[in-house]
């Protein structure tokens, strides 16, 4: 299976700073198909990014990814008060699909 | 809009079963991909197995193998996910959730809580 490594394991940052979120894979995810998802509490994740790098439909602007193979980042050009939550990151290229263990955005 | 709507919370005792329903609107049911994730508390999302919602055709984690059953009612355009020999530590939110426009997870259900307690 690919183990999905996300760093930090928390981050605080002020609104309209810029969050750089990490995920790195055990082994090369296929076709690069790398997901981020974001997950605020009670709540069902929802999908930003898709391909790496493709943002889902309605999903804003200053949520960007990128990265291929094995090191892929979320970017948050600006923070938003409602940016503050939990991102998950997945592989669907390879089976079984496998989730990282979360970065939590706090405010700071 | 397509939309999956889970059924309500459960209270299981060890060693039993639980079926966890997914109903998905609209009426293009069949050319959907069902998965299951579950969460444990504190825990990272867990993937749990799929079905071609079309011809019925499954596909389990290993770690599940053996334990859980997806299966459809097309007419009710309804999904099932079935765990046995519960524990504690199935303890969990279930959710259904599937590829639509992309390969990755587009849509979620709303998830089911499934507490396993004596």
């Known amino acids: 299976d690919i183990v999905l490594t996300q760093s930090p394991g928390t981050l605080s940052l002020s609104p309209g700073e810029r969050a750089t979120l990490s995920c790195r894979a055990s082994q090369s995810v296929s076709n690069n198909y790398l997901a981020w998802y974001q997950q605020k509490p009670g709540q069902a994740p929802r999908l930003l990014i898709y391909?790496?790098?493709s943002r889902a439909t309605g999903i804003p602007d200053r949520f960007s990814g990128s990265g291929s193979g094995t090191d892929f980042t979320l970017t948050i050009s600006r923070l938003e008060p409602e940016d503050f939550a939990v991102y998950y990151c997945q592989q669907y290229g390879n089976s079984p699909r496998t989730f990282g263990q979360g970065t939590k955005l706090e405010i700071k | 809009q397509v939309q999956l709507v889970q059924s309500g919370a459960e209270v299981k005792k060890p060693g039993a079963s639980v079926k966890v329903s997914c109903k998905a609107s609209?009426?293009?049911?069949?050319?959907?991909?069902i998965h299951w994730v579950r969460q444990a508390p504190g825990q990272r999302l867990e993937w749990m197995g799929w079905m071609n919602a079309g011809n019925g055709n499954t596909k389990y984690s290993q770690k599940f193998q053996g334990r859980v059953t997806i299966t459809r009612d097309t007419s009710a355009t309804t999904a099932y996910m079935e765990l046995s020999s519960l524990r504690a530590e199935d303890t969990a939110v279930y959710y259904c959730a599937g590829p639509i426009a992309t390969m990755a997870f587009d849509i979620w259900g709303q998830g089911t809580m499934v507490t396993v307690s004596s």
């Open positions: 609209g009426n293009t049911f069949i050319s959907y991909a």
């Open positions: 391909g790496a790098s």
